[in-house]
Structures are given as structure tokens and as C-alpha cells.
């Protein structure tokens, strides 16, 4: 599969714990996105790599959320001290520069459960 | 700020009837325009752009700038087009604005 992959698939936490998600994009893509989705909304950005450079970050991203990539391709997004309101599922893209539309092709996500 | 507005949570149409997913924007620049689409444990695809004008399984969209619509079109439905369709905006070279989705069911 040459898609965008995510691991893990589910994650289960107790509040309070720290999560970590991989992403791994396409492998010609130099750009990479982390969206977050909750139950009955749509996915809300959260942040945006070009190559190793996070350029671009919400503020749904609060100072519990950080995500890095290191070496301009796989990213890791993580959550420390984790919240009943981080529930959701959380997706990320890739694109590539160039072109007329740049777009974005998203993974499977990792569904995020806080108890 | 950008806005994008799906006023249909779900909508439910027969085979063969024609079936209209509805977009409205919020953004005083000029916007692209997507669709994207969810079918059952499938990830997110992208369905089809504005700026490309194109028919993508049947479905076509038009921009329409006065009416800040980009409304989501299809004569008629087949059952393998129930699915979860979200309309999204974009603004600048990175992030997408998504609506909050329409469920679409194509009953036989």
C-alpha cells in the first residue's frame, strides 16, 4: 500500500497518560497535515509541515500537543497529560508541492479513546 | 474568518432520483472549493475541485460566488454513492476548512 499510513489504529488511554501517533506519508510528499475529527464534525486542522518545518499551527493546538518531523518525512503528534475532550479521530495528510492543486491525501487515522 | 456550512446532516434519496448536496462558504478572498467523500470504513477521498470543472462518477459541483454555494449534484443516485460527503474551503497553499459532513443514503 503506497497510501499515507497511521499507527496505531486505536488507542485507548487512561486521562492523564501520554499518547504518541505516527504518520507516515506518501513517500514522494514533502508536505504533511494533522487534522483532528470528533463525532459528528468534520476534520479541523490542527498543523503543517513542509519538509522538517512545522509552518503552520492552530489554535486547537494547545501546549499539551506537539508534533514533530525530523527528517521531512514520517511525523509523530503527541498529547501529553491527555483530556476526556481529546477523544476523536485524528487524520493526517499529505501533499506534494506544485501543480495546480496540491492534493491532500489523507490516512486511515487513529482513533483516540481517553477514559 | 472562512466558513463552511452543510445544513444537512442526512439526507436520503431513491435510486435513480437526482440528489443535490448542499455547501455555503464564509471567505471575502477567492476560495477553492472541494469535495470530499467518506464511503463505509474508507479513508477520506477527494471527489472533485472546482477549478477543475469536472463530473466525477455523475457528480459535478458549480462555484457560485454570489450565492457563496458550491452545491454537490448528481442527476441520478446509484446505491454506491452512500457515503459521508463533506464540502471543504481552501485559502492558503496548506489547510483545509471542512464542513461537518451529509450523510447520504441511496435507498433501492
Known amino acids: 500500500d503506497t497510501g499515507v499510513s497511521q499507527d496505531p489504529r486505536h488507542k485507548i488511554t487512561k486521562r492523564g497518560q501520554n499518547v504518541t501517533f505516527r504518520c507516515d506519508p506518501i513517500?514522494?510528499?514533502?508536505?504533511l497535515y494533522w487534522y483532528r475529527q470528533t463525532l459528528g464534525q468534520g476534520p479541523e486542522f490542527l498543523t503543517y509541515?513542509?519538509?522538517?518545518?512545522?509552518?503552520?499551527k492552530s489554535r486547537l493546538l494547545s501546549d499539551r500537543f506537539s508534533a514533530e518531523r525530523p527528517k521531512g518525512s514520517f511525523s509523530t503528534l503527541e498529547i501529553q497529560r491527555t483530556e476526556q475532550g481529546d477523544s476523536a479521530m485524528y487524520l493526517c495528510?499529505?501533499?506534494?508541492?506544485?501543480?495546480?492543486?496540491?492534493?491532500?491525501?489523507f490516512g486511515p487515522g487513529t482513533r483516540l479513546t481517553v477514559l | 474568518a472562512q466558513r463552511v456550512t452543510q445544513p444537512e446532516k442526512l439526507l436520503s434519496v431513491f435510486k435513480g432520483a437526482p440528489v443535490e448536496l448542499k455547501c455555503n462558504y464564509s471567505?471575502?478572498?477567492?476560495?477553492?472549493l472541494f469535495w470530499y467523500v467518506q464511503y463505509s470504513r474508507q479513508r477520506l477521498q477527494l471527489l472533485l475541485r472546482?477549478?477543475s470543472r469536472e463530473s466525477i462518477k455523475g457528480f459535478t459541483a458549480d462555484l457560485n460566488k454570489g450565492e457563496t454555494s458550491f452545491h454537490l449534484k448528481k442527476p441520478f443516485a446509484q446505491e454506491e454513492d452512500s457515503a459521508m460527503y463533506y464540502c471543504?474551503?481552501?485559502?492558503?497553499?496548506?489547510?483545509?476548512?471542512f464542513g461537518s459532513g451529509t450523510q447520504l443514503t441511496v435507498l433501492p
Open positions: 495528510a499529505s501533499s506534494a508541492t506544485g501543480g495546480m492543486v496540491n492534493e491532500q491525501f
Open positions: 513517500s514522494e510528499h514533502n508536505r
Open positions: 509541515f513542509q519538509n522538517e518545518a512545522q509552518l503552520e
Open positions: 471567505y471575502s478572498g477567492s476560495p477553492e
Open positions: 472546482h477549478i
Open positions: 471543504a474551503l481552501r485559502f492558503s497553499a496548506r489547510q483545509l476548512t
